[in-house]
């Protein structure tokens, strides 16, 4: 296949810069896109002398013109409960305002979108495990609602684009995903268990830790979103893995990875956290050929460096060396 010009907007981010990362492996030429509110440069720092790579430091909330592509990735957007909380206004901006300048983008250069849509569509679930038929159960009041509902109202804007104006579009719903890049202190379970693991802290679980997650890694997500891009799908479609966690069970294959012999201590669950959280992955396997490979325990081993890396650079820092 030749190669394509290709913009990922939060192109900075956690799955951002993998997507990048795979979208170069593919023999593309790819244009990165981020304001730097929750990415972070460190991510891309490998592709600094990628010749096919370039970046610029943007916020898409305004519009913007960078050249010709063949392909949109909208992947802008704070995606933590820490960093939606903190940049509640910013998140709703850049679910509807930013999104809609990447699609015009999209238009007027004829090319194909995808845009990152998220789990949290379904809210709290009535219907287990959660299909893409599934109009979801949210708050559109509550303080999750600046994430949920921006990704919501982004859906149905990306749609209308298809819809009235024949733009190539896709729609990823993105389950639980974890790995190397993952902000370690982004409020997620994942980054959350390993960082107090590793520093030997007490392990946070929220309420009786019988709530669950299904933990995708990286890898596969990312694997997942490319063969979309590439789909005659247009309506959302799950990515995740399917294994069902209670994060109780979560906090003890960490503990068991490491080591650590610290105690789990029970707070308070957030208001609207949901209860279950299992993607149906039925139309992605029968559209896409994709299921995931790697396992929670395999991932985590997988992740382990990363976040003793992200351990000891704050040892540093505190040190003041």
């Known amino acids: 296949m030749a190669s394509q010009n290709i913009l990922v907007t939060g192109a900075a981010g956690f799955l951002g810069s993998h997507l990048v990362d795979r979208l170069l492996a593919e023999g593309n030429t790819v244009l990165g896109v981020d304001n730097l509110s929750t990415g972070s440069l460190a991510n891309i720092a490998h592709l600094e002398r990628e010749p096919r790579f370039g970046f610029e430091e943007h ?11 063949d392909y949109v990735f909208n992947f802008a ?8 909380m903190r940049l509640g206004v910013e998140t709703l901006d850049v679910g509807s305002t930013g999104t809609k300048n990447s699609l015009e983008v999209a238009r007027k250069y004829g090319a194909g979108y995808l845009h990152a849509s998220t789990s949290e569509c379904y809210g709290d679930p009535e219907v287990h495990p959660q299909v893409e038929t599934y ?27 298809f819809r009235y104006y024949g733009v190539n579009t896709h729609l990823v719903r993105i389950f639980n995903t974890y790995g190397p890049r ?31 997650r ?20 247009h309506g ?18 960490i503990q068991s990875l490491i080591g650590s012999d610290c105690e789990i201590l029970f707070k308070p669950l957030p208001q609207d956290d949901p209860k279950q959280r299992r993607p149906d992955i039925t139309r992605a396997r029968e559209l896409l050929g994709w299921e995931p490979k790697v396992s929670l325990s395999e991932g985590l081993a997988k992740s382990l460096d990363y976040f003793k890396e992200c351990v000891a650079a704050e040892e540093l820092a505190k040190s003041g060396k």
Do not use: H
């Open 236 to 253: 959302p479609v799950n990515i995740g893995n399917p294994t069902e966690w209670t994060i109780l069970e979560c906090a003890k294959e």
């Open 214 to 233: 299904s933990f995708c890694y990286v890898s596969d997500l990312i694997d997942g979103i490319y063969k979309l891009s590439k789909s005659p799908k």
């Open 135 to 161: 109009w979801g159960n949210v708050n559109p009041i509550g303080p999750r609602s600046v994430y949920d509902e921006a990704k919501r109202f982004s859906e149905a804007l990306v749609t209308a684009y």
């Open 77 to 84: 957007s704070p995606a933590s409960p820490i960093d939606y």
């Open 59 to 69: 916020d898409i909330c305004t519009p913007f013109d960078f050249g010709r592509v």
């Open 182 to 212: 993952l902000q370690p202190n982004d409020g997620r379970v994942i980054s959350n268990l390993m960082m107090q693991a590793l520093r030997g802290e007490s392990l946070t679980v929220y309420g009786d830790g019988s709530q669950t």
